[in-house]
Every structure is written in C-alpha cells, then in structure tokens.
C-alpha cells in the first residue's frame, strides 16, 4: 500500500481504520487471513500503529495551529509598530531635514531595511535616540510625537521581541512534530503495505473482497 501524497492524511487515517476494522468483522475474510497469521494479536500491532500516527496528526495540527496563532500574533503587533513608525520616520524627515548630524542619529539615512533584525534595529534606534535626547524630541511636538507616544512605541516593541521569542518556539514545535508524525505515518505505510501484500494473496479466489478492505477492484 503506497500511502503518498495523492491523498491526505485523514484519507489515509481513515482507509487504514477500514482496512483493520473489516479485516475482523467481515466473515469471509478473516479466516483466510488469519490463515495466514493475520490474527487478532497481529492486527492489534497494526492498530496500536494506526493509533499512534492519528494521536501524533493530532498533536501536529494542534502545534501547527499554535504555530500559525503565534505567528498572526507577532505580524499583527509588527505591522502596527511599523505603520507608526511610518509616519513618525516621515514627521522626522521634514523637522530635521537640514540637520544631516541627528538624521544619522535616528538612524533615517537611508532606506528602510526590509529584513526583520535590520528593521528592528532600525526602529529601535529612533525611538530610543527621541526617549533619552529631549531636546530633539522637543522639536517634533508640533507633529504629534510626544514622549508618551515614545515610551508606547519602546514598550510595543519590547512586546514584539517576546511574541517573536514565542513564535519562534510554536515554529520549532511544530516541526519536530510534523518530523515524528511524519515518522509514524512511514511506519504505518509499511505495515500497512505487507498487510495488503498478504490479503492479495488470501484474497486471492475471491479478489472483489479486498473491495471491503478499502482497494479499488476493476470488475
């Protein structure tokens, strides 16, 4: 049984709780397979390997889900420090822009950078440049940047350090679950495999009942 990516998990999941279900219930079946040592104790192994791969997708949606949480999370606090950064980098520009000295302080020579530790430091060097030189954040009262629009900016990205921090931790959990789920469904392929292997050949006179154990059989 190839258990590839022509299908999905849940498609497999379910095909495979078939297989191992009918295999027991259906009458003309399970003496020929267990015939061929495909018991009740050999398809509890297969069972207990089925179980394993569902718990493990489980687990991986639920950390994937975390995962994607905490990344709208961190984008979401990001966005709303950059756009109010946007405007004040632009109120900046129009004070001092014949003072080339304090524009190199806030750091708006330049473009602004496009990858996140860039864009931080970036950001970081303005508001707290304006948080410890008052004299120049003076300057910018008539444009609406106040200390205390200063200090929420330093706390939000403090904020934004520590979602960042939890989103980076959801992403490393839930790829080492996506690696041991992925693991227990290489498992249950195989397995799985010898188990059709064996119920081709028990099935063998009578190949329409592997219908019941979930294979497409041309008439």
């Known amino acids: 049984m190839a258990l590839k990516n022509t299908r999905s998990q849940t498609e497999i999941l379910e095909s495979c709780r078939i297989a191992l279900q009918n295999v027991e219930t259906n009458p003309a079946i399970k ?37 994607g949480k905490a990344y709208q999370t961190f984008e979401e606090k ?34 602004l950078p496009r990858t996140y530790v860039k864009w931080l430091e970036t950001v970081s060097l303005f508001y707290n440049t304006l948080n410890t030189q008052t ?35 959801a992403k490393g959990n839930a790829q080492n679950a996506t ?14 495999s010898d188990f059709y292997a064996v119920a081709r050949l028990a099935l063998e006179g009578e190949p329409q009942l592997l219908e019941s154990l979930g294979k497409f059989v041309k008439s």
């Not at 495909?38 to 991986?60: R, S, V, W």
């Not at 756009?83 to 014949?98: C, E, P, S």
């Not at 205390?148 to 520590?162: F, G, H, K």
Request: aromatic letters at 6%; hydrophobic letters at 40%; charged letters at 30%.
């Open 31 to 67: 003496p020929l397979m267990e015939a061929l040592g495909y018991n009740t104790t050999k398809i509890d192994e297969g069972k207990a390997i089925l179980n394993n791969a569902k718990t493990l997708y489980i687990q991986n949606q639920e950390l994937e889900d975390a995962r």
């Open 135 to 169: 004299e120049v954040l003076a300057k910018l009262a008539t444009l609406q940047v106040t200390a205390q629009s200063v200090t929420d900016q330093l706390a939000s990205i403090n904020e934004l350090e520590d979602l960042r921090a939890a989103y980076i931790q």
């Open 78 to 111: 990001r966005v709303a420090i950059d756009l109010k950064y946007a405007t004040d980098r632009k109120k900046a520009k129009i004070i001092f822009k014949t003072d080339p000295l304090i524009l190199k302080e806030l750091g708006l020579k330049g473009a």
């Open 179 to 192: 690696k041991t789920k992925n693991k227990a469904f290489k498992d249950l392929e195989k397995w799985m």
